[in-house]
């Protein structure tokens, strides 16, 4: 009985990595992420812009304004499970309220089987 259990996560954890399924938390990084925006935000007045992207909470930004209160929030931006880089859409006169992270998935490809994350603008409260 004591080997039992030992060898049923074993086996279900192999059984996962066959079928691309990971065991880290895909929905800590979203919110990690999205703290650091609002800490930019907070400092900024604003959150970094499509162009900006999730560098803007590593490196100051070439087109921040001087007077902005910039500082680095991140050291680096978390990779999802997959190794690739998360995705951000800022706010924006579509959704003025709301922003997104997204991670691209095992395949590294947008598509509809994206792990999204959205969050209302000025928190860190989930939408979806």
């Not at 009985?1 to 990595?17: K, Q, T, Y």
């Not at 902005?68 to 990779?79: G, N």
């Not at 499970?81 to 880089?85: I, L, Q």
């Given at each position: ?17 066959q ?40 490196n100051?930004p ?5 007077e ?12 999802d ?5 998360y ?18 998935g ?9 792990h ?9 409260e989930?939408?979806?």
């Open positions: 009985m004591r080997l039992l259990l030992p060898l049923l996560v074993i086996g279900f954890m192999l059984g996962c990595r079928k691309g399924t990971v065991y880290r938390p895909l929905d800590s990084d979203p919110v990690r992420i999205a703290a650091a925006l609002l800490m930019y935000h907070q400092a900024t007045g604003e959150y970094p812009s499509a162009n900006q992207g999730l560098p803007a909470l590593i100051r070439d087109d921040l304004p001087f902005a209160d910039w500082k680095q929030v991140l050291e680096e931006v978390p990779t499970p997959w190794g690739n880089e995705r951000y859409s800022p706010p924006s006169g579509a959704s003025p309220a709301t922003f997104e992270i997204r991670s691209l095992i395949d590294g490809i947008a598509s509809e089987d994206d999204v994350t959205t969050f209302r603008a000025g928190s860190i989930q939408i979806n």
